[in-house]
């Protein structure tokens, strides 16, 4: 029996025994998930995800102390502490620590938005932004001032806020040196500098600067505080007035009805149009 044979029958028999194993499909997911229903193609897979459920978070940050189920969550977190961000936008020049956050930024530049609000109509590439966005229809605010009690429906209003009470103002005027706690309040200050008066009295003509001057001055005219819209320039005696009429510029429709799915921009409309529903 030459040397050649054997090879050739051990290589035969090599695969007729693999043959007679049980052969799995490429990418088929035969281990589910108890829990949730999840399948994975490999025990292994199955095993880190139940991780996940049992509460376990084995490897914890040295730096902040934040603790995670599998080690590649704690190594992906690490990054942000590094500060490498090596996932560049193309578009902008943006970057990002994560592959997943750079995936959903480059949504802003698709223009999809494909998350939308039931009450107004406003779309969203994100679905956090549609979450965030609803807490304002909910008129939930969870978030107060622990100095003031002023609410926020969100954590990142009441942390701006903030900043007025710890007296730290990082955003400063390189042309007079005044600093302000927060950069819109420095952009609207650097208009100053500019010598565009883009805020104008209706009453006498006067123009300002500043918003803020402008009303302070409109006072002189009416004899009371006024709200003045940005965009139209109409005046309101209340800061609730204008909150309503803000709407008129913008596609958000707050006020829906009960009796039909119809919404609308204003509380006046809304129940001029529930008349055409009560017949009167």
Not at 28 to 51: I, M, N, P, V, W
């Amino acid at each position: 029996m030459t040397s050649t044979w054997k090879d050739q029958h051990g290589a035969r028999s090599q695969r007729s025994q693999e043959a007679d194993k049980p052969h799995r499909r490429k990418g088929k997911k035969t281990y589910s998930c108890d829990e949730c229903g999840k399948s994975f193609t490999e025990a292994g897979g199955l095993k880190t995800h139940q991780l996940i459920h049992s509460g376990v978070k084995a490897y914890s940050c040295d730096l902040c102390g934040k603790s995670f189920t599998q080690a590649g969550h704690l190594k992906r977190h690490q990054l942000i502490h590094s500060g490498v961000k090596a996932y560049i936008c193309d578009l902008c020049g943006k970057s990002f620590t994560e592959a997943g956050s750079l995936k959903k930024h480059q949504l802003i530049h698709s223009g999809v938005k494909a998350y939308s609000c039931d009450l107004c109509g406003k779309s969203f590439t994100q679905a956090g932004g549609l979450k965030r966005h609803k807490l304002f229809h909910s008129g939930v605010k969870p978030y107060s001032c622990d100095l003031c009690g002023k609410f926020f429906t969100q954590a990142g209003g009441l942390k701006k806020h903030q900043l007025i009470h710890s007296g730290f103002k990082a955003h400063s005027c390189e042309l007079c040196g005044k600093a302000f706690a927060q950069n819109g309040d420095l952009q609207r200050h650097l208009v100053t500098h500019s010598g565009i008066r883009a805020y104008s009295c209706d009453f006498c003509g006067k123009s300002f600067s500043d918003k803020h001057y402008r009303n302070i001055h409109l006072r002189i005219h009416t004899g009371n505080d006024v709200y003045c819209c940005d965009q139209c320039g109409k005046l309101f005696t209340t800061d609730a007035q204008l909150k309503i009429h803000m709407f008129s510029h913008t596609e958000e429709r707050p006020y829906k009805c009960d009796l039909c799915e119809k919404t609308f921009k204003s509380s006046n409309q809304l129940n001029f149009h529930q008349q055409i529903h009560t017949r009167k």
